[in-house]
């Protein structure tokens, strides 16, 4: 969103200066123009606003112990694939778990970056909406 009025914005400001040299020849360019900002700032408002409200949304869930607990050994793990589109995936006893190191909220730390997730490893999860919220995994040893 904000590329996009970045982009309409310099337009404009090209488009001003070649009606000032005398290039310009279409009227109709600078409201086209000003409906790109406009879209492009009502575009990051809405997004803005989604994010906003989805963080507070599992900020509350965790302050008003909303959100769901399993205890467990990890089980039926998936390591994220190469690249940016892969999710790992895993249960534990029997909840499944997706999550991306692309994802915006709760956890997101897959192997390849360090991630402390594999099969057989015991965890307690507090997840709410899918989202694992907080993770503690068990020392080995």
Not at 34 to 45: D, N, V, Y
Request: glycine letters at 12%; proline letters at 3%.
């Amino acid at each position: 969103g904000m590329l996009i009025t970045a982009f309409f914005f310099y337009a404009v400001r090209i488009t001003r200066k070649e009606q000032k040299s005398g290039m310009e020849k279409d009227g109709c360019t600078m409201p086209f123009l000003f409906a790109g900002i406009a879209f492009g700032l009502l575009w990051t408002i809405g997004v803005g606003y989604d994010l906003g409200t989805k963080y507070l949304d599992y900020r509350s869930a965790l302050k008003d112990h909303r959100y769901q607990e399993v205890e467990g050994v990890v089980e039926n793990y998936n390591p994220h694939a190469i690249g940016f589109q892969g999710e790992e995936s895993f249960t534990v006893r029997d909840v499944e778990f997706h999550y991306s190191p692309i994802s915006i909220f709760g956890f997101r730390k897959t192997r390849r970056r360090g991630g402390p997730l594999d099969n057989g490893v015991y965890v307690r999860i507090q997840y709410y909406k899918g989202t694992i919220l907080r993770l503690w995994v068990r020392e080995q040893g």
